[in-house]
């Protein structure tokens, strides 16, 4: 009741004053030394605000018909826009499934343009891979504290490597060096 919502209340304003410091810390201490020592030519590029604002992603990854898609379905107790599930690979895209106040679908070369999402580096995979990339808004409990990224199955040996048009596995590189945490599915 009374309680729980004043102590969730109380959790919320630790959290965003956390965040906050660490954004503040990095933006006027550390990103000025990463600059100086040139890190950003070796490693990799600074981080931007909305890094800090974003809830924590779960990428969801594995052959296609392994059940990435029905495991989100799951979690959040309902469709997501743009899903699709079936015996063949269906879901052909990275899907971002988000908190939005309505439901909608942001398409990839626009989620790249956005300074409150934290995708724009993803803009150096060409537009083959924007056109392969979306974000679901759902006005969902689960998504308000959790993004989860749907990816499409990974197809063994050589059609895995053709056809696709982008660099799959760079773009998997990428989201498993940002996302919190990476679930594997596969057939037992």
Known sequence: GLFSNAKRQKDQDVYRTVIDGLNNLYFKSLLPLENAYKFHEFHSAPLEHADFDATPMVLLVGQYSTGKTTFIRYLLGEDFPGMRIGPEPTTDKF??????ERE?????NALVVDPKKQFRPLSAYGNAFLNRFQCSMLNNKVLEGLSLVDTPGILSGEKQRLGRG??????IEWF???VDRIILLFDA
């Open 176 to 178: 498993a060096h940002h």
């Open 95 to 100: 899907i971002a499934i988000m908190h939005g």
């Open 166 to 171: 982008y660099d799959l596995t760079g773009v």
């Open 104 to 108: 909608s679908i942001i398409p990839g």
